[in-house]
């Protein structure tokens, strides 16, 4: 049956190639805007890569601290002091890093001036994030030990700051700091990895860093493995709770959450900034809306393209109605004709995403970005394409299914 | 011969239902983007409040610390220490700096209306208005005069003049802040045509510009900006950044120049309206795809109908103009229905200033001429096509 239906779908298209191409068109296009759209999202919140054991760790990025009276609010990064104090201690938790924001940094050499982002991190950081080397070491405990001024930087800055020459073993001047440049990485622009410059903790220019509750840090935690996070959710949340701010009179209450990336990015968006609840499920939900709503001018477009064609095969029709054929069936023939056609641009349109993504690449548009496309985005890409033809092809089939057998044998509908 | 297409049109209303809501949701999108260009456009021509040219931020990053460990006498030295290096011809201190996304926004109390006035504000020193080229329209800048006085100065823009003192002249008048511990009383002393410290897409919104004054006040300023000497190049970020280190050795500095940072906040403005464009004109180009094949479709099957007409006499030319013409029917009806629906936008006030009338009438032009533009073209090779058939072919069309 399924073959028959193929044959039919076959000829149908090679029939008429001027309106198949524009068919195919109008699905590729779609569908290579909502697959760019999916692998940016996927890279953005289940990345692979330096943060591919991003399902195993949890982020804590801010802390929100509230009077008694909820009038005085404060939200701000955590100091090195709570992330040592609170989070290095809990049970059950494979590692925790301390790490620094991204701050702009001046790098001067004679008369040139590179602005780039450091981070400071501490050891755990290189060990949860999964960076490729591409020359010299990481930082490493005979570096702690003797406080060493050491930096790591990406391959970009090093292109930057030293051309074609090798990067390790040169000093850079970081805002008045001498550093050792000791290892090259590729570039990256996950949440927690994104830096030009890496540097360890101890070359802060003060020591005051250590005894900050509320600072420029954010914290990582590892867990064993993924089941895990629920539990380091909840003890998290347990911590912050027994959290005493440097001024317990003003600011009685503390909460910070450890966060999944889609929770942080759904906490920072909708708000949710004092419940356990970030909301991410809320903004998936909001995002594929927008997506389906995004479908409705092409599934229209489409609909009124596949109307015109089946009114031309009405004589087709006709006979088979007039042989019996149920409307269902011609109705479940169109919509397959329909699907494989959107699975066949689905096809098309992922090379052509590929196209697009190493353009957005290699444009900068984004520094760093670096999207792969992975099994789960094709395997996105090719739903979308079957509710597209679904979405598209409802309509038309209804409307064929409704044709008259006796108007539809003489071809006038 | 209109209510004759008419006719046509809605016998067929089913499948020109469709096509309508397509062409109607078309018409939105470039709308849309039509409206937020224009925005962009009327706010760009607009004043900003500031001239900006051959003036250099510099951000001090003091690390954590309060700001009342930062001594008032270090502005003066540094001050005076720029001012030593032969590009520096002014130099000012300011809150934040202009071309950034920042925004400091407090409420005041109008004394005349009694009513609480969200605003803006900016916080700059003295030299400040020659250093960024900011133009007064009444009253002065701040200076020494007002050392000692009980009430701060003040300087607003006009949007906030009219909402402090509707109907007055806003100079010499008072208004107080809403802080409930410590109540501070202002004078305006100066007036502004128009300040919007986000560059010229920022949308317009009420100003007050206060005085920075380290000897008296308790605040701290974070900038500084720097004007140079017409021409003078990047580089010089080296000299200056090695003079603030000779100040102070413990602070770092972030040098940018207006103007490059005026750029990229541009750029930053302008981005996901061009993603957004780039992507309405690929949907714009498939429905063009989609309107092509329906109408060619539609010509095929009314071939009989057309051999008819031919047959009782009508010409080529009628024919053509009859195809196009009920293709621009189908679409102004699509188009008429989406204005009702999207005038209700400024009617109601929904989207505030950003949807003025005339952002609203100028992008209803732009979207209907490019729908316009868009079915005629849609329509010329399927009308050329119909209008080509010989009245014995097409009435024995089979």
Redesign the interface.
């Known amino acids: 049956m399924l073959r028959n239906y193929l044959l039919t779908a076959w000829k149908v298209f090679m029939r008429r190639k001027l309106f198949t191409a524009i068919n195919l068109v109008c699905i590729v296009l779609t569908l290579v805007v909502l697959m760019v759209v999916t692998a940016l999202l996927e890279t953005a919140f289940w990345p692979s890569g330096v943060e591919g054991k991003s399902e195993r760790f949890l982020q804590v990025y801010s802390m929100r601290s509230e009077s008694a009276d909820h009038r005085t609010v404060r939200t701000e990064l955590l100091g090195f002091k709570t992330i040592d104090k609170y989070l290095k201690p809990m049970q059950g938790v494979e590692r925790v890093s301390a790490f620094t924001t991204p701050a702009s940094v001046s790098v001067y050499q004679g008369d040139r001036v590179s602005e780039l982002q450091m981070r400071r991190v501490d050891a755990d950081y290189w060990r949860i994030l999964d960076f490729r080397l591409l020359a010299g070491r990481l930082p490493d405990a005979d570096d702690d030990s003797v406080s060493r001024f050491v930096a790591v930087i990406n391959a970009t800055t090093a292109r930057k700051l030293f051309g074609d020459a090798a990067a390790v073993g040169q000093k850079i001047s970081i805002s008045g700091q001498m550093f050792e440049v000791i290892g090259v990485v590729e570039d990256v622009i996950h949440m927690n990895a994104y830096a030009d410059v890496w540097a360890p903790l101890y070359t802060f220019p003060s020591g005051t860093w250590r005894d900050e509750l509320t600072g420029s840090f954010a914290a990582m935690l590892l867990a064993k493995q993924p089941s895990d996070l629920p539990r380091i959710q909840r003890e998290v949340e347990r911590v912050a709770k027994t959290f005493v701010t440097e001024d317990p009179h003003e600011y009685a209450t503390t909460t910070f959450w450890a966060d999944s990336k889609l929770d942080l990015v759904a906490r920072e968006l909708l708000g949710n900034k004092e419940r356990a609840d970030s909301g991410g499920t809320t903004l998936l939900a909001w995002i594929i809306i927008a997506m389906l709503l995004f479908m409705l001018l092409p599934a229209l477009n489409l609909v009124n393209l596949n109307t015109g064609r089946i009114l031309e095969r009405s004589s087709e029709i006709g006979v088979r109605k007039a042989f019996g054929a149920t409307s269902r069936q011609l109705a479940g023939q169109l919509v397959v004709e329909n699907v494989l056609l959107c699975l066949a641009g689905g096809l098309i349109g992922l090379a052509c995403t590929r196209v697009v993504l190493w353009w957005l690449e290699t444009a900068q548009l984004i520094p760093y970005l670096k999207v792969g496309l992975n099994p789960s985005v094709f395997a996105c890409g090719m739903l979308l394409a079957f509710v597209f033809g679904l979405l598209s092809g409802l309509i038309p089939a209804w409307k064929m299914s409704r044709l008259d057998p006796v108007h539809a044998l003489k071809g006038a509908a | 011969m209109l209510r004759h297409l008419l006719k046509l049109t809605w016998k067929r209303k089913s499948?020109n239902l469709?096509?309508s809501?397509?062409i109607l949701?078309?018409f939105a999108?470039v709308f849309g983007i039509a409206a937020f260009g224009l925005r962009y456009w009327q706010l760009y021509r607009e004043p900003i409040g500031f001239d900006g040219r051959d003036t250099w931020a510099v951000r001090m990053k003091m690390?954590?610390i309060q700001d009342k460990e930062i001594p008032a006498e270090i502005y003066d030295t540094l001050r005076r220490s720029l001012l030593e290096l032969p590009e520096v011809r002014e130099v000012g201190f300011a809150a934040y700096s202009p071309y950034t996304m920042s925004t400091w926004t407090t409420t005041f109390k109008s004394s005349q209306t009694g009513a609480d006035v969200p605003t803006h504000i900016f916080e700059s020193g003295d030299s400040t208005a020659s250093a960024l080229g900011i133009q007064l329209v009444g009253g002065r800048w701040f200076g020494h005069e007002d050392d000692g006085q009980a009430a701060q100065p003040a300087v607003l823009n006009k949007r906030m003049a009219a909402s402090l003192f509707p109907g007055r002249s806003p100079l010499g008048q008072q208004f107080t802040s809403t802080d409930k511990d410590s109540l501070r009383t202002f004078r305006v002393v100066g007036l502004v045509e128009d300040f919007r410290n986000q560059g010229p897409l920022m949308a317009p919104a009420p100003f007050v510009l206060t005085r920075f004054e380290p000897h008296t006040g308790k605040s701290r300023a974070r900038v500084i900006l720097v004007k140079v000497a017409p021409g003078t190049p990047?580089?010089f970020?080296?000299a200056l950044?090695r003079r603030l280190?000779l100040v102070r050795?413990?602070w770092?500095?972030?040098?940018a120049p207006l103007q490059a940072m005026r750029t990229s906040l541009l750029k930053e403005h302008l981005?996901p309206l061009i993603v957004v464009s780039v992507?309405a004109a690929?949907?714009v180009?498939?429905?063009a795809?989609?309107l092509?094949?329906?109408l060619w479709?539609?010509t095929?099957?009314r071939i009989p109908e057309i051999g008819l007409r031919r047959a009782i006499g009508a010409s080529a030319a009628d024919i053509y103009r009859q195809i196009v013409a009920e293709q621009l029917l189908l679409s102004s009806t699509a188009m008429i229905v989406g204005l009702i629906l999207l005038v209700q936008l400024p009617l109601t006030g929904a989207m505030g200033e950003a949807l003025n009338w005339g952002v609203f009438i100028g992008a209803a032009a732009l979207s209907m001429g490019a729908i316009y533009l868009l079915s005629l073209l849609c329509s010329l090779y399927p009308g050329w096509r119909a209008s080509r058939l010989s009245p014995t072919e097409a009435l024995h069309y089979?």
């Open positions: 499948r469709m096509l809501l397509e949701i078309a999108i690390g954590e990047r580089g970020e080296v950044n280190k050795n413990d770092s500095y972030e040098i981005i992507i690929f949907m180009a498939m429905v795809f989609g092509f094949g329906v479709q539609n095929t099957r089979e």
